[in-house]
């Protein structure tokens, strides 16, 4: 989610590395991967986001406070999986 608003969302059994434009040409890099969601990189001043453990379990967030960007693990209603939404 980003200012509120879900852009998109994503499996977690599938290996992906997504560039998530915040805005101004500012950005953070989403990879998942083994099932797992980081944010691998991003042009933030205090890099936080980066710096913080992967997730895969639903209810597990990433958060940048300066790019107003949520990275969350939610339970798909119609299955088991696991999916990533920002």
């Known amino acids: 989610m980003q200012d509120g608003s879900r852009i998109a969302s994503y499996p977690l059994h599938e290996d992906l590395t ?3 434009y915040c805005g ?6 989403l990879l998942i991967s ?4 980081s944010i691998s990189d ?7 986001c980066v710096h913080q453990h992967s997730i895969s ?3 597990e967030s990433i958060i940048c406070l300066p790019h107003k960007l ?3 693990i939610e339970a798909e209603e119609e299955s088991e999986l696991d999916a ?3």
Do not use: F, H, M, S
């Open 57 to 59: 379990r639903t209810g």
């Open 34 to 37: 083994n099932g797992e969601a």
């Open 70 to 72: 949520v990275i969350q």
């Open 24 to 29: 101004d040409g500012n950005y953070n890099l």
């Open 42 to 48: 991003a042009d933030c001043p205090d890099k936080l």
């Open 18 to 20: 997504e560039t998530i």
């Open 84 to 86: 990533v939404t920002y």
